[in-house]
């Protein structure tokens, strides 16, 4: 779904001005949108959030010059109006977190023990911290696992939705890693 934010610097400007008429305000007021924007869909687990907060902030410049000038509200929260579409289009766009990929379903069951070698060997590749970062996410499985989480987090320098974004991905890869060893054997 990602798209190259391609803007002229007249649909920029536009856009800045309508945010506040001082060109400094302006640019510290759309970082500001921006940040919050982020943030948001974040919280929400989207993956791609920044590309959401572009995409919108390119839909919105890109609106005939009138609709700076008649457009009546807060554009902080217009921003964030288009955003939410945005949003429900990626969505529409990505797999679900914990949905299984097609083609697995009609495999036949693999071999543990493959299954176990091919796991090893996807790990293997990953970076060290990875691993490690991995290995200490899903190895806590006691009654204060959240307390061992935020600690992770902590260790690993990261906001709890980072870290787990960050499991996300590797786990995503690793998956992508263990269907194609899979696959071979």
């Known amino acids: ?20 008429l001082d060109r ?19 919280s929400r687990g989207c993956t791609e959030a920044e590309y959401v ?9 890109q609106k005939p010059p009138e609709f700076f000038t008649t457009y009546e509200g ?7 109006r288009v955003a ?6 990626w969505l529409a766009q990505e797999p679900e977190i914990g949905e299984m990929p097609r083609n697995l379903t009609d495999d036949p069951p693999p071999d543990k023990e493959a299954e176990l070698d091919c796991l090893e060997q996807c790990l293997r590749q990953l970076e060290t911290h990875d691993r490690t970062l991995l290995e200490r996410y899903y190895g806590d499985e006691t009654p204060t696992k959240i307390e061992a989480r935020k600690r992770l987090a902590k260790d690993f320098n990261l906001s709890d ?11 995503k890869a690793v998956s992508e890693c263990l269907q194609k060893c899979l696959a071979k054997k």
């Open 1 to 20: 779904m990602k798209k190259d934010w391609e803007l002229t610097q007249e649909e920029f400007d536009r856009l800045l001005s309508w945010l506040d």
């Open 24 to 42: 400094q305000r302006a640019g510290e007021r759309f970082w500001q949108i921006r940040e919050r924007i982020v943030k948001i869909f974040i």
């Open 53 to 61: 907060f572009y995409e919108s902030a390119r839909r919105v410049a």
């Open 74 to 80: 807060e554009p902080a929260r217009y921003l964030y």
């Open 84 to 89: 939410q579409n945005v949003h429900l289009e």
């Open 161 to 171: 939705n980072a870290l787990k974004l960050r499991v996300f991905r590797l786990k």
